[in-house]
């Protein structure tokens, strides 16, 4: 089974700023995919970024990329100059290729990051 | 447009009695999934479903049932023996074809017993 950690329940930091939200997960697999989605107060779920473990190359997306290290396990994502908008609850997922779960997501436990003005 | 349609958006529910959350996906995915949010523990699989007429329990499924008698449709029953059903209840679908493809999420139901 897999499992994702987000040891960051909380985080601020101030309009303008990088902040980067960590996120490790345990799998025997080698090949999957890794997902941070938003969820703003509205708590519609919205698609961040993804990478695809196969691919060494960090996905990056506008304002928000990621530091894929498939050795240690880890999926930080990085927010580059931090908009009042950004804040929101952020979950990494995982998800794998086996199909005999439907490859569903298993999500970390979220990481509440708030912008000050 | 395509998406998920959730309904209702607030639901309240007397004790001991069964009420059914509703899903609708008109994206042509074959999986739907159904995760319950709780503060502080992020997204719980309840049951999801590949095709019609199959389902398969989570890692929460205790006191939960669903159907999938359309492909559309994947309702989620909160039964009487679910002890603890105050929560948000997020409904997704993907498909199984495009592997890199992320779940699509309703807007989501909040249960509460009242």
């Known amino acids: 089974a897999q499992t994702v950690t987000q040891s960051q329940p909380e985080m601020s930091v101030q309009e303008a700023e990088t902040v980067t939200l960590s996120c490790t997960y345990d799998t025997s697999e080698n090949n999957y995919y890794l997902f941070w989605y938003k969820q703003p107060p509205s708590r519609q779920m919205i698609l961040v970024i993804r990478q695809e473990a196969y691919k060494q190359q960090n996905a990056t997306e506008n304002r928000f990329s990621v530091n894929f290290q498939k050795a240690a396990k880890s999926f930080s994502l990085k927010i580059s100059d931090s908009q009042l908008g950004d804040t929101a609850m952020y979950f990494c997922?995982?998800?794998?290729?086996?199909?005999?779960?439907?490859?569903?997501?298993?999500f970390g436990s979220g990481t509440q990051l708030t912008v000050l003005p | 447009d395509g998406g998920i349609t959730q309904s209702p958006k607030y639901l309240f529910r007397k004790e001991g009695q069964n009420v059914t959350l509703s899903c609708e996906q008109n994206l042509n995915h074959d999986a739907m999934y159904w995760y319950r949010q709780d503060p502080g523990q992020g997204l719980r699989l309840i049951y999801y479903?590949?095709?019609?007429?199959?389902?398969q329990k989570g890692d929460i499924a205790e006191g939960y049932s669903v159907s999938r008698e359309k492909k559309e449709s994947f309702p989620l029953t909160v039964t009487s023996a679910q002890k603890n059903p105050t929560a948000f209840y997020l409904c997704?679908?993907?498909?199984?074809?495009?592997?890199?493809?992320?779940?699509?999420f309703g807007q989501g139901t909040r249960l509460t017993v009242v």
């Open positions: 997704a679908s993907s498909p199984l074809t495009a592997l890199n493809t992320e779940a699509f």
């Open positions: 997922a995982f998800r794998t290729i086996s199909s005999g779960s439907a490859r569903q997501l298993t």
């Open positions: 479903s590949q095709i019609v007429n199959d389902f």
